[in-house]
C-alpha cells in the first residue's frame, strides 16, 4: 500500500471513529420528549474528565434556542480556585427529535455524544453517555438519588461496559450566586 493510501485509510479511520457519539452496547432512550427535559439538573455522579475537574455543586440548566438548538448551562464551584465556573454551548439532535441522541459543543464546531440512556417516566432522574465510556454522568431534578435509582443506573451502566467505581459524587453544599 502506498503512503498516500495509508494516509487515507488512517483519515477515513479517524473520521470514523470521531462520529462515533454513543459508547458500543448503549442506547439512548425512545420516546424522548425535550421539552420535558428542559430545565435544571443536578450532577449527582460523573466520570472525571478534564472540562470538570476540581469541580463540585455542579449544575445544568438546558433551555431552547430562538434557532431550535438547546442552551446549554453548565456550572460548578471549583473547589481548588474557590470560584464559580460556567461554560455555555449548544447542544442538538443528531436525528429523530424523539430519541434521546443528541450532540453538544462548547467549543465552536466541535460536537461530543450527548445520549440519554435512561430516565423514569416523570424526567426527574437522567444516565447521560457521552460518546465514550470515559463520560457519564447521573442528573437529578433534586440534589440526591433514591437508592433505588441510584443502583438501576449503576447497573446499567456497568452492564454497558462503565467502571463505575471511578464515578465521583457530586457535592452539592452551596448555591451559586444569581448571574
Not at 487515507?8 to 420516546?31: D, F, R
Not at 471549583?78 to 454551548?89: M, P, R
Not at 467549543?107 to 457519564?136: C, M, T, W
Request: aromatic share 12%; proline share 3%.
Amino acid at each position: 500500500m502506498s503512503k498516500k493510501n495509508n494516509i487515507v485509510v488512517l483519515v477515513a479511520v479517524v473520521l470514523l471513529y470521531s462520529c462515533a457519539s454513543i459508547p458500543p452496547n448503549a442506547e439512548p432512550v425512545q420516546h424522548f420528549e425535550m421539552d420535558r427535559y428542559l430545565g435544571n439538573w443536578y450532577e449527582i455522579a460523573r466520570l472525571d474528565h478534564k472540562q470538570e475537574r476540581d469541580l463540585n455543586n455542579v449544575t445544568a440548566t438546558y433551555s431552547l434556542n430562538e434557532s431550535g438548538t438547546i442552551r446549554v448551562r453548565n456550572s460548578g464551584y471549583n473547589y481548588v480556585k474557590g470560584k464559580w465556573e460556567s461554560a455555555t454551548g449548544k447542544a442538538k439532535f443528531r436525528d429523530d427529535q424523539r430519541i434521546g441522541a443528541l450532540k453538544v459543543s462548547f467549543f465552536g464546531p466541535f460536537y461530543s455524544g450527548y445520549n440519554v440512556i435512561a430516565l423514569d417516566k416523570d424526567y426527574q432522574y437522567a444516565l447521560v453517555a457521552g460518546e465514550s465510556l470515559k463520560y457519564l454522568w447521573i442528573l437529578s431534578r433534586t440534589t440526591a438519588v433514591p437508592d433505588s435509582i441510584r443502583e438501576s443506573y449503576l447497573q446499567k451502566a456497568e452492564q454497558i461496559g462503565y467502571d463505575t467505581s471511578q464515578l465521583i459524587w457530586v457535592a452539592h453544599d452551596r448555591e451559586e450566586p444569581a448571574h
